[in-house]
């Protein structure tokens, strides 16, 4: 019904940058929240950033300062620009969205495959 599709994830060496982008499609009737996260190998995932249909974002402790979240709500997407990546950056990224399909619905969660991101030199 809701498909989130990612992409932009890559190779990058230490103190470079990238943009993920994620465009939301199918059945939306609105969304509400809008957020990326992350998993390294043998970590739990963890929130990223995070961004409301309305209201301020919120960002992990780790990334305040060098990554920033936005959102195009006509095109039902958000985007992470990430800067000054470090090698603890590398991990596969998630998109997530609070999607409502119609009305009187309650949101659902919903996402996207993942991109990997590996900052090496």
């Known amino acids: 019904q809701v498909q989130l599709v990612e992409s932009g994830g890559g190779l990058v060496q230490p103190g470079g940058s990238l943009r993920l982008s994620c465009a939301a499609s199918?059945?939306?009737?609105?969304?509400?929240?809008m957020g990326w996260y992350r998993q390294a190998p043998g970590k739990q995932r963890e929130l990223v950033a995070a961004?409301?249909?309305?209201?301020?974002?919120n960002y992990a402790d780790s990334v305040k300062g060098r990554f920033t979240i936005s959102r195009e709500n006509a095109k039902n997407t958000v985007y992470l620009q990430m800067t000054s990546l470090k090698p603890e950056d590398t991990a596969v990224y998630y998109c997530?969205?609070?999607?409502?399909?119609?009305?009187?619905?309650?949101?659902?969660?919903?996402w996207g495959q993942g991109t990997q991101v590996t900052v090496s030199s």
């Open positions: 997530n969205a609070e999607v409502v399909t119609g009305w009187g619905t309650i949101p659902y969660d919903y």
């Open positions: 199918g059945s939306i009737f609105s969304i509400y929240a």
């Open positions: 961004i409301p249909s309305i209201g301020t974002t």
